[in-house]
């Protein structure tokens, strides 16, 4: 069985995001130690988008953020592991918007985090960064391809 994603130029970020029969995973709250966390994929931005833009225009508007989702990775392990201030807040202020608008609650909250930490000079550990977007680029993949995507 072949792994259902291939690296970005090295960096361990997935690059294919559509993985066909993926919906085994159930998309929503998933309850941590603290409490609910958010959900992996919010359907009500997306019910907005598509009322507002049209359903084709949403649904255009999720593929294109689940495909870009590696490269605006990349770019933010890129920005943190050589310390690029306008780089790093440049990927993260995308990811974050887009993230938002996707639904994509999780990453938004992780990039607005991130973003926060390298504004006040802190920054953050590209590989801590880079684990956590690998898994959530796998999380809200799966939660986009599952049978209750819109669609």
């Known amino acids: 069985?072949?792994?259902p994603w291939r690296d970005v130029a090295g960096t361990g970020i997935p690059a294919i995001v559509q993985v066909p029969g993926a919906g085994h995973r159930q998309e929503g709250q998933q309850d941590s130690a603290d409490g609910p966390s958010l959900p992996v994929l919010d359907r009500a931005p997306f019910r907005v988008?598509?009322?507002q833009a049209g359903p084709r225009a949403a649904e255009k508007f999720l593929e294109d953020y689940l495909?870009?989702?590696p490269a605006r990775?990349?770019?933010i392990i890129d920005g943190l592991s050589s310390e690029d201030r306008e780089k790093t807040l440049d990927a993260l202020i995308s990811l974050g918007v887009s993230s938002a608008m996707a639904g994509a609650s999780r990453v938004e909250d992780h990039a607005r985090n991130l973003q926060r930490q390298v504004q006040s000079g802190h920054w953050p550990s590209a590989t801590a960064a880079k684990a956590f977007l690998s898994q959530a680029i796998l999380?809200?993949?799966d939660a986009a391809v599952s049978p209750a995507c819109p669609g």
Do not use: D, I, K, W
């Open 1 to 3: 069985m072949s792994t």
């Open 73 to 75: 990775s990349a770019a």
């Open 139 to 141: 999380q809200v993949t």
């Open 67 to 69: 495909n870009l989702l």
């Open 49 to 51: 988008l598509a009322e």
